[in-house]
């Protein structure tokens, strides 16, 4: 049964009469974040779920930090040159005066892409937390099969794009809009009423390819398994889940910064 919508006395008896405004999307399929921070409506709220920023090539545990390089220029080919100046680039974007929270996985990459989008945004405060559930985990369902195919491919990505679009791999995964529709309800945005206006989950790209697939229903092309694509979610790249007052929910997948695809 749907969910019970929440109680909307203290709105705005126009809100849900504003029509959402119309998003310029690219070439990958992606907007641009500050056009879909423009577009959340005062009976909405939305939840980011982002991609931490940039990290030196290779270093990939959970105590590898954002790369910053002191001295270097703010901006190569156009986007910020390092992780937090990353970060930071989107925060200011998302400024306004309500106070954002942060959940972050159990990564130091992420934390600090949440510290710096605070930050960025001129946010005094960093109410924050941590959570397993946002990376690639959480669609598994056989970690030896999963292990198996990432062994024996050349590159794991080819792995998660090909299960995402054209379910290769299944016996290693769930059912992909079974489990993204879960980990919505129950983690994301599970009730309006109980919910901050705005929230940022910083996550991976392992987690943000395949809930993008999810929310735009295959059209964001980031099908890393076709030779001729080869698109993966770049820096910052991600999903924004927005529920209005009566518990309905629209998706718009996102690029944080100038490109949306590596």
């Given at each position: 049964p749907p969910a019970p919508a929440?109680?909307?006395t203290n709105l705005d008896p126009n809100c849900a009469e504003t029509p959402v405004a119309t998003i310029p999307i690219d070439s990958i399929g992606l907007a641009d974040i500050a056009d879909v921070?423009?577009?959340v409506r005062c009976n909405e709220k939305a939840v980011f779920v982002i991609r931490h920023g940039e990290r030196d090539d290779g270093q990939t545990g959970k105590e590898t930090p954002l790369t910053y390089w002191e001295g270097e220029p703010d901006s190569v080919k156009g986007q910020p040159s390092d992780g937090v100046r990353q970060a930071l680039a989107v925060g200011k974007k998302l400024v306004s005066a309500d106070e954002?929270?942060?959940t972050h996985t159990k990564?130091?990459?992420t934390e600090q892409t949440c510290f710096y989008i605070a930050q960025g945004r001129g946010?005094?405060?960093f109410p924050h937390d941590s959570a397993d559930y946002y990376s690639i985990s959480w669609f598994k369902k056989d970690k030896?099969?999963?292990s198996f195919y990432e062994d024996s491919t050349t590159n794991v990505r080819?792995?998660?794009?090909?299960?995402?679009y054209d379910n290769l791999y299944a016996d290693a995964f769930y059912d992909l809009k079974e489990k993204a529709a879960e980990i919505v309800k129950t983690h994301i945005a599970p009730d309006y009423a109980s919910m901050n206006k705005f929230r940022v989950i910083c996550s991976h790209d392992d987690f943000i390819l395949p809930l993008s697939v999810y929310a735009s229903n295959g059209t964001v092309n980031y099908r890393y398994h076709d030779p001729e694509s080869r698109h993966w979610p770049y820096f910052l790249t991600g999903v924004a889940?927005?529920?209005d007052n009566k518990n309905q929910i629209r998706y718009v997948p996102f690029r944080g910064l100038g490109i949306g695809a590596e």
């Open positions: 929440a109680d909307a921070f423009k577009t954002f929270t942060y990564y130091l990459r946010q005094a405060t030896e099969r999963y080819l792995v998660i794009a090909g299960w995402a889940v927005i529920i």
